[in-house]
């Protein structure tokens, strides 16, 4: 008897099989499935090149089925930069943590974003260093306990976390910049819409475009993975509220060109 059977459900093209390297209870995976199926929707996987961060996803080039390259800590921007120049017809996406990219990389983000660069940036906060071994990143929230930090950050000696997109959103330059979460699959199904959006824009030459994505991070912060979602939402999101900070159609609406 013929079997009636049909896969609905599958790896994504621009996934590669292989298992990945990340703690359990981290969502950097949940977040490679989102960027990979907004390049199959679009599709654009062959045209598709990512910069690869330092950091927990140093190794994203092992999962992606499309060109990637490596940049130095933090200088992710500049590579995509220079590459996007080389070749506009191409989709070029960073994919930073939050010390690779606030940190060592912040005048690159912001300058980047001041240009109008026309690539895509994933950046993953997970409010803390993940890979190096916990230490307080500029996105750690005050009281939050690190090992650099021990008694909880305080914001008398190391200034407020720092909220990325809406500090870019302050430039003038136009751009596409949202923040989401993935802890749960209402989240997750806003979070793939946004990463889709944002390579529409890049496709269509618009704008810079960043995507913020709230990332647990069971390993760092001492939690179990269900510990960890919960903090994410009690304690994370109201610090980094999500939604979408700059979009160049409102900008045109306002100016009356749409």
């Given at each position: 008897?013929?079997s009636?059977?049909?896969?609905?459900?599958?790896?994504?093209e621009?996934?590669?099989?292989?298992?990945?390297?990340?703690?359990?209870?981290?969502?950097h995976g949940?977040?490679?499935?989102?960027?990979a199926?907004?390049?199959?929707?679009l599709?654009?996987?062959?045209?598709?090149l990512?910069?690869a961060?330092v950091?927990?996803?140093?190794?994203?080039y092992?999962?992606?089925?499309?060109?990637?390259l490596?940049?130095?800590?933090?200088?992710?921007?500049?590579?995509?930069?220079g590459?996007?120049?080389?070749r506009p017809?191409?989709?070029v996406?960073?994919?930073q943590?939050?010390?690779d990219?606030?940190?060592?990389?912040?005048s690159?983000?912001?300058?980047?974003?001041n240009?109008g660069?026309?690539?895509?940036?994933?950046f993953v906060n997970n409010a803390?260093?993940?890979?190096?071994?916990?230490q307080?990143?500029?996105?750690?929230?005050?009281?939050?306990i690190t090992?650099?930090?021990?008694?909880?950050?305080n914001?008398?000696?190391?200034?407020?976390?720092?909220?990325m997109?809406?500090?870019?959103a302050?430039?003038?330059?136009?751009?596409?910049?949202?923040?989401?979460?993935?802890?749960?699959?209402?989240?997750i199904?806003?979070?793939k819409?946004a990463?889709?959006k944002?390579f529409?824009?890049?496709?269509?030459?618009?704008?810079?475009?960043?995507?913020?994505?709230?990332?647990?991070?069971?390993?760092?912060w001492?939690?179990t993975p269900?510990?960890?979602?919960?903090?994410?939402e009690d304690?994370?999101?109201?610090?980094?509220?999500?939604?979408?900070?700059?979009?160049?159609?409102?900008?045109?609406?306002?100016?009356?060109a749409?």
């Amino acid at each position: 008897m013929e079997s009636k059977e049909k896969i609905i459900f599958t790896r994504p093209e621009s996934l590669t099989d292989r298992i990945t390297h990340y703690c359990p209870g981290c969502t950097h995976g949940v977040i490679h499935r989102l960027v990979a199926e907004a390049l199959d929707n679009l599709g654009v996987r062959e045209k598709a090149l990512g910069v690869a961060p330092v950091g927990c996803s140093v190794l994203a080039y092992n999962y992606f089925n499309c060109d990637f390259l490596e940049a130095p800590h933090g200088r992710a921007p500049a590579l995509a930069t220079g590459f996007k120049r080389l070749r506009p017809d191409m989709i070029v996406f960073t994919y930073q943590g939050d010390g690779d990219l606030a940190s060592i990389g912040m005048s690159e983000i912001i300058h980047s974003a001041n240009r109008g660069e026309k690539f895509t940036t994933i950046f993953v906060n997970n409010a803390v260093y993940g890979m190096t071994g916990g230490q307080m990143a500029p996105t750690t929230l005050e009281g939050q306990i690190t090992t650099t930090c021990p008694q909880g950050r305080n914001v008398a000696q190391t200034g407020q976390p720092i909220r990325m997109v809406e500090l870019l959103a302050a430039l003038v330059t136009p751009a596409y910049l949202e923040r989401v979460a993935v802890h749960t699959p209402q989240h997750i199904i806003k979070a793939k819409r946004a990463i889709q959006k944002a390579f529409k824009y890049q496709m269509e030459a618009r704008c810079f475009t960043l995507i913020e994505v709230l990332s647990t991070c069971p390993t760092n912060w001492g939690k179990t993975p269900e510990e960890a979602i919960n903090w994410l939402e009690d304690d994370l999101i109201p610090y980094y509220p999500l939604g979408c900070k700059k979009d160049p159609e409102s900008l045109e609406r306002d100016d009356g060109a749409v």
